[in-house]
């Protein structure tokens, strides 16, 4: 496997460890220059199992049956399913808790994902995967590719921090011998920027709980854990800067309008969510996206408390210095530049396997 | 004392609880159809004796050296100095202290005031009084008033809740008997709004910790027991939209125009400040000053974590029903209708006492 892979010398190399396979990944995977090493998959929005069906189905469609998929955690470190009900009686209902949803609070537009175990794959909209998973974790390929292309690899992760956490603590000089961390996770000070429906019922989440989001939420000690690994490089890509974007029906319909196996797997999506994995994936691929960010030491509150998994942020100067460490925080991107990359990318012919033309 | 307040009917009665003695109370002392029952104090911004001496010279300058101030708590509940120096050594340090305060972080254009012990008073800007404070504390004189007069009495809040806690812990009727509670206290989602220096500068108090405002954060627990215990009505003036305001140059020398002792007594003040308790006072004078609001169920975190301290809010329905009470919020307020206000109740003669003219 890794033969024909590290054959493509110049090349940004990363990995896309995420709780599900979507647009983002797909962004990444057909850019040109750059070598996805593999796809690691974790528990948060759905199951790992589940995920990972996604993620196989993703990169069949995509045409790169050769991209490893690697199952990842299946329950965060210490959060558990009771221990969140638990919490929710003493502080209060949670807006999202993905794979241990079992009803919205309020009537909300986006349709219920069904409840089961962890062991369950439901059927997937887009076909059943024919490939398999490889054999193996997500965290000892995790760990294994930074020793194999030091300073080289790139994580996106848009899921709960499950895996690299792990990663970190089964080999300490995993975060160090990476090139940089790009993660979506965590909110600020979001606001409500767009006035329809689905931006306001998204606001949900944030308006009175504006340091947490459920990435984090989903597995705090997790993502304290990697806040404080020694990483060369931080990008955090928190809630703030998705309430300007939305996949919304024109979106969809622009983004699906091309005859590439990818545009024509969009066609069925459901629509009226923020564009959270794909601003990090944007900006990983292209970072004159951003067009405000900051510097800031990151946290996370994992005590339990009313505030279990919230942002701790400080300027500069303001910090303990526990371990935390200096993140580029992405406040707010170009919004038509960001949906000109996704609809370039979904466009591109399927990028070849190893120099050889793709069939079909 | 009481026989000659009592005799006047009609009039809305208030207590005006605070850790100095400012504008804010002058506003309110000089409104009409208005009778403060007492001014009673409590540390934080100063030490309580220190906020003491402030609201003796304060009533004294109003002309009212028939009302009586109480001194309350010295010290926060459970939250100590020392206890402080541990947390920010373990989450970070905090923009203001209060009486704890012994250095800014960062080049801050505001004054430090002195540090020093909870005995120690300085002398005056506006000279010293030659009142003395009523033998008797705060809480239980909060306690005299609202059994005296069930559901008639108002409180205004702008300073750590220390008083209120401890008169809710010695007659668990107390609350009960208040007609309302006005505190401005916490922070939920604020933003810089003015463009200017001191906005900035205020800004860095909420910028990596909106949920965290000073009055609430000097006594977490006080804060809590007040939050949960059962009143009539509260309103809550968070930091957000005190960000619309400041005491700028422009603004105290119309304040200080007219020659009524007070507006004299303004003359000296510092300015560079957003209206925080002028705020919670013109609200409770006119609500017409009131724009935004909304209605949350609020509570604090107590636990000793990077959130210690920290606001928690609800959206109705979302609560976890533990004693937590429906506050209405004040999220943003006529700006212009607040100054005028102000500058009205300044200039306004100096009320009568018992209907007997003012000497002077």
Request: glycine fraction near 8%; proline fraction near 9%.
């Amino acid at each position: 496997m890794l033969s024909s892979v590290s054959a493509r010398a110049g090349t940004r190399k990363v990995i896309l460890d995420d709780d599900g396979f979507a647009l983002a990944q797909w962004m990444v995977i057909k850019a040109p220059d750059v070598q996805v090493l593999g796809v690691t998959t974790v528990t948060g929005d759905l199951w790992q199992k589940e995920a990972t069906a996604n993620a196989l189905r993703g990169v069949e469609i995509a045409g790169r049956p050769d991209l490893p998929v690697y199952g990842g955690a299946t329950y965060p470190l210490v959060n558990t399913e009771a221990q969140t009900e638990r919490w929710e009686a003493l502080y209060g209902k949670l807006v999202w808790k993905g794979v241990w949803m079992k009803h919205w609070v309020e009537p909300t537009r986006q349709a219920l994902p069904p409840y089961h175990g962890p062991d369950v794959v439901p059927d997937l909209p887009q076909g059943n995967p024919t490939l398999e998973a490889r054999p193996g974790r997500a965290a000892d390929f995790l760990i294994e590719m930074v020793h194999s292309y030091p300073h080289q690899v790139s994580i996106i992760a848009t899921g709960p921090l499950t895996n690299l956490a792990l990663a970190q603590r089964l080999d300490p000089e995993f975060a160090g011998l990476a090139k940089e961390l790009v993660y979506m996770g965590g909110s600020l000070n979001p606001r409500q920027t767009r006035p329809d429906e689905v931006a306001h019922q998204f606001a949900r989440e944030f308006l009175n709980a504006p340091r947490r989001e459920f990435n984090i939420r989903f597995d705090p000690e997790a993502a304290s854990i990697v806040l404080r690994a020694p990483w060369a490089r931080i990008t955090m890509i928190p809630v703030d800067p998705s309430t300007d974007t939305e996949l919304t029906p024109a979106l969809l319909k622009r983004l699906s309008a091309s005859a590439t196996p990818v545009a024509r797997a969009l066609r069925t999506r459901p629509t009226g969510f923020p564009l959270w994995d794909e601003i990090a994936a944007g900006v990983w691929l292209d970072p004159g996206i951003v067009t405000r960010k900051t510097d800031l030491f990151i946290d996370v509150n994992t005590q339990f408390s009313g505030s279990y998994g919230d942002i701790l942020s400080w300027t500069p100067g303001y910090e303990p210095g526990l371990g935390e460490r200096r993140n580029i925080v992405v406040q707010k991107i170009d919004v038509k530049r960001l949906e000109d990359l996704m609809t370039q990318r979904v466009a591109a012919p399927q990028k070849p396997v190893s120099g050889r033309p793709l069939p079909g």
